[in-house]
């Protein structure tokens, strides 16, 4: 990631620091400490009713735009201009500092050597460099997106342009937290993670998401009490947003049955993937779910658990309420054995699958291209669409899993485990379990949210041992 190493680079100039880039909203970041190192900022972000308090080991994610302060920086004025609907770089030159057309004509080309101004839209970033006290600027900066941006600076009589990539800092954040609804994105949503933006949540919920697909079905088998922790390594930009995260290690407690997920990266190419405490994959032959998470509807997933429970026998499949056209996925691989009208199931995919298991996919609108009989298809594959042929009061996909003939509950069969760590791997494997697992106990204890409620000890666990 020799990219990544760059970007954190900070330019040189002390006017070029982050510190100067004007942010809306951003009050100095006093308590932190200088810019220009690589921060590692552990951040214990606890989820929670009075868990902040219990382990503020560190301060909690500074605010969008609280940009860390530098050594003596030089007194200087920035002002931000955003460019409207129409308006050019060379606009706001003229409107903002005075400057006549020979020196506007001098900036705007040497900023071509870096960029061209075609990239500039409206809405794009220009800062405003200026010595305090003084009219004339020193320097302007224009955003070419969210990871660089173009400085042309005076030099001499002239001007000098250079890129310079946005300061990322790493940091960790370990975070835990009970859940209090149904609904994993509600927790997400909670106050103590506002710091973050809610894309960023969405991603972050997304890759848990994609951690335990093959353990968990978040829309149908969190319950209340459920209770979580994970560590998310990640670099942030000065305004806040993410640039990268990834989860190191994750724990669910999902009805009293502990998960867990260290990543490790078998094959070094830096794609790593996750592995339960005994150094076997997290993955399995078949997913939990067809739909990914973030297009189940929450309408119907909240509270409806039981209902579909209930008529689980009758009813012999897990029905997904999701907007017509949300891609269904094939839960293993395996051969489409059926493509077409099925009776009350209207359009659906039949699957076969190694050792006697079949899937079913019923109610969709249409199909995907090149899915026909005698096809095969990987996990993950798109099949078909969601819809509401056949026997359906609105969208949703009804699926349906049988073994030698015999319906089974998709979210309860037990799988056998994916593939262990290669053995040639193993040592590598074993200090990564125990830096991952480390970093996984340095999570605040799990917050029960009614007996936090209750004023009573709100730790419910003390670590990680013992599971
Ligand atoms: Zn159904």
Redesign the pocket.
Known sequence: MAEGADSRTPGTDPGASPARRPVQGGSGGGLLPPAGVHLALSVIVALGVGAGAIWSESRPTPDVGALPAVYAPPAETTETVRLSWGETLGDVLYSRTGMDDNEVDALLRAFRVEASPRRIRSGTSVVLLRRTGQERVRAVDVELNLDERVRVARDGEGWTARRVMTPVRTDTLFIAGAIENVLWSSILEHPELTGMPAADRAIVLHRLDQIFQWQIDFSRQIRAGDTFRFVLEREVRPDGSMRSGRVLAAQLRNQEIPYHAIRFDPNGDGRGTYYDLEGRSVRRAFLKKPLEFRRISSRFTSGRYHPVLRRWRA?R?V?YAADRGTPVMATGDGVVIHRGPKGGLGNAVVIRHPNGFRTRY?HMSYFARGVEVGTRVRQGRVIGYVGATGLATGPHL?YEMMRSGRHVDPLGIELPPGDPVPEDRRGDWERALVRNRALLSRTPAAISPRVAMGGRSPVEEAGEEGE
């Open positions: 009813h499949g029905d019923g009804h």
